[in-house]
């Protein structure tokens, strides 16, 4: 019965998310969102301070102690008597990951210092050998993620290996490696470990590498990465394979997932499946040093973030020498699982919606279409007078409630063209993030690049959200530390256009944002609404301004100018471009607009 019902409710989660590129193998990696990422291993014991000395390098990692503070093997496998053998029990972490709502778990089998935490029979470098206990990681992990329905990943490093001294140390730039003796290694360590691995632990879901660059850069070759992953696909069929095994997707695009860089989040939605593996505070071993420790909230963030753009969250723990973790970490653990027991539906199943994922000021949205089509409002920034503007979905919500509240009681709220305002509750419900779902009879329609209305009543257009730019004038990022803010350069004459909503009626004022580094009027601004010439005005000379007190720091003035109203008589959607010329080069440069109702 139990097996029925578990085999139902696997069918109906394999259903939910519908990203178009999702092989069948990984459907339950974009289904489930979120797991957790354990790097535990020797580095565990030093905690990130060899012989009284921190670890050399910034980034903290303290995994890469053993490179780092160039501690030879002989002293670096004494780690091991530090370990507490009575406490280390690997299923703590499964609960613990249970708790804090994450489906999957990956452990570093054997991290870059080549060190085993299984009984390999292949290298005596293995936990199992030298820990006198015989234990063996890996098998108490899988048997505890089995006993409790997680599903298991194991990280591999293959590239780099510290111990063998066939393989890959960075330091090896120097003096060279020898890619017969590379081939050595792989042969009688890489591949007899990986068959240990997915032969003699039942099943495996994730192989996860960590070579992060390409091969061409690395002594490893095409074939033996294709040797490696055709031995995954004989031996586990079902197992997913990360994009740090190092082939490009030109040379072979059946990889599963593609993992970012470490921390990095989404920018743009994605079809296939992809993980950003990130650190619950910097180091990814645990560093007994560690302070920079992340938010729940900016972690919610990132778990949301990329859950609105197909992506999934891998958070790490470091547990210490005898498997605990610190409150820094339990803590955040637990909230975050509070989170998602009241919050969950909004992540697991869900996905990315068609609009654009940045549009709203308030936080971002996810989709699903599970018995009714839903979609899931994140309010990281509760608005002021707790009216909440949705813009771009043109179908009419059924009914709109929060996740917070058990009875599903609706909200009240308006619904215009493609604009949808909401009555949010006096206080935000949620301590974290709020989420509020709006039910729809069918697929909700989109109505893609607008500009939404933000929380104070105004439209913000500027260089990231027009529709479109005529001349394709550069555009300058942000400098000086964003003292300079994006612009272009007006070396002629640009046109450029955003697409608004308009849900009020009534009088709007029209702000704009440039320099003009000439001391006369050389240019001139004029906007248009639905191709009617409703302003004209001409660029005023700015000067400049001081970016940060005497550092001989003095920048272009940006500065905001009223440049005239319009009436707008009737709600809808409004096409508004600026015609903007200059009759110097590059003396004159343009950022923004600003249009809001004039309440007065
Ligand atoms: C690697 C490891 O070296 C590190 O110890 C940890 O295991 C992490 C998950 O992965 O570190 C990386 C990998 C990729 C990048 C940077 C550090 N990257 O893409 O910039």
């Known amino acids: 019965m139990r097996y029925i019902l578990s085999l139902i409710i696997s069918f109906f989660s394999l259903t939910l998310v519908s990203q178009s590129n999702t092989s069948d193998r990984a459907k339950w990696f974009v289904d489930q969102r979120f797991g957790m990422f354990i790097h535990w291993g020797l580095y565990s014991s030093a905690e990130g301070v060899w012989k009284g000395e921190n670890l050399r390098n910034n980034n903290q990692y303290a995994e890469w102690i053993q490179y780092r503070n160039r501690i030879s093997d002989d002293q670096y496998i004494k780690l091991i008597d530090k370990f507490n053998w009575e406490k280390i029990d690997p299923e703590k972490w499964v609960l613990l990951a249970k708790e804090a709502g994450m489906k999957y778990i990956t452990l570093t089998a054997k991290h870059h210092d080549g060190f085993a935490l299984w009984n390999s029979k292949a290298s005596e ?220 539906s909004s992540i697991y199943g869900a996905g990315a919606y068609d609009l654009n994922s940045d549009i709203h000021d308030w936080g971002k949205i996810t989709y699903k279409n599970e018995d009714k089509h839903k979609i899931y409002l994140h309010v990281i920034n509760w608005p002021i007078d707790n009216n909440l503007f949705v813009t771009g979905i043109k179908s009419k919500p059924v009914k709109i409630y929060s996740l917070s509240d058990k009875s599903r009681e609706p909200l009240s709220f308006i619904h215009k063209d493609v604009f949808t305002k909401i009555d949010l509750p006096n206080n935000p419900v949620d301590k974290y993030v709020s989420v509020f779902v709006i039910e729809y009879d069918e697929k909700p329609l989109v109505v893609k690049g607008l500009v939404a209305k933000n929380f104070e009543r105004g439209y913000s257009l500027n260089l990231q959200n027009y529709h479109m730019l005529k001349n394709n004038t550069r555009i300058n990022k942000k400098t000086k530390y964003g003292t300079i803010p994006e612009n272009i350069n007006l070396s002629s004459e640009e046109v450029i256009n955003w697409k608004i909503f308009i849900d009020e009626p009534g009088k709007y004022l029209f702000d704009t944002s440039y320099s003009n580094q000439s001391d006369k009027d050389i240019g001139d601004i004029v906007v248009f609404v639905e191709d009617k010439q409703v302003i004209k005005g001409n660029f005023k000379p700015t000067g400049k301004t001081v970016g940060e007190p005497l550092q001989d720091w003095h920048i272009k003035n940006f500065k905001s100018h009223r440049i005239g109203e319009v009436e707008f008589k009737n709600p809808g959607i409004y096409d508004i471009s600026i015609h903007l010329r200059s009759r110097k ?13 004039d309440e007065n």
């Open 125 to 344: 470098f293995n936990i199992y050998e030298n820990s006198k206990k015989r234990r063996d990681i890996v098998k108490e992990l899988a048997d505890a993620c089995k006993k409790h329905g997680i599903k298991l990943g194991l990280y591999y490093s293959h590239w780099i290996d510290w111990n063998d001294k066939r393989s890959w140390d960075h330091t090896n730039e120097i003096y060279g490696l020898d890619p017969d003796l590379y081939d050595d290694y792989w042969q009688e360590k890489v591949i007899p470990q990986m068959t240990e691995l997915l032969t003699n632990y039942g099943e495996i879901s994730i192989i996860w590498f960590d070579m992060w660059i390409h091969h061409s850069k690395t002594i490893v070759t095409k074939e033996q990465l294709f040797q490696l992953k055709k031995l995954i696909r004989k031996l586990q069929p079902k197992c997913l394979i990360n994009s740090r095994l190092g082939l490009s997707i030109e040379e072979d695009s059946d990889v599963d997932f593609r993992t970012l860089g470490d921390n990095q989040l989404g920018k743009e939605k994605l079809e296939y499946p992809w993980q950003t593996p990130a650190t619950i505070a910097n180091s990814w071993g645990f560093n007994a040093n560690e302070y920079r420790w992340k938010s729940t909230t900016s972690i919610l963030k990132a778990l949301i973030g990329n859950v609105s753009l197909n992506g999934n969250l891998m958070l790490n723990i470091g547990p210490r020498y005898d498997g605990s973790l610190r409150y820094e970490s339990l803590l955040r653990l637990n909230e975050i699982g509070d989170w998602l027991k009241v919050n969950g």
């Open 585 to 597: 080069k590059n003396i004159i440069s343009w950022s923004w607009m600003w249009i809001k109702l």
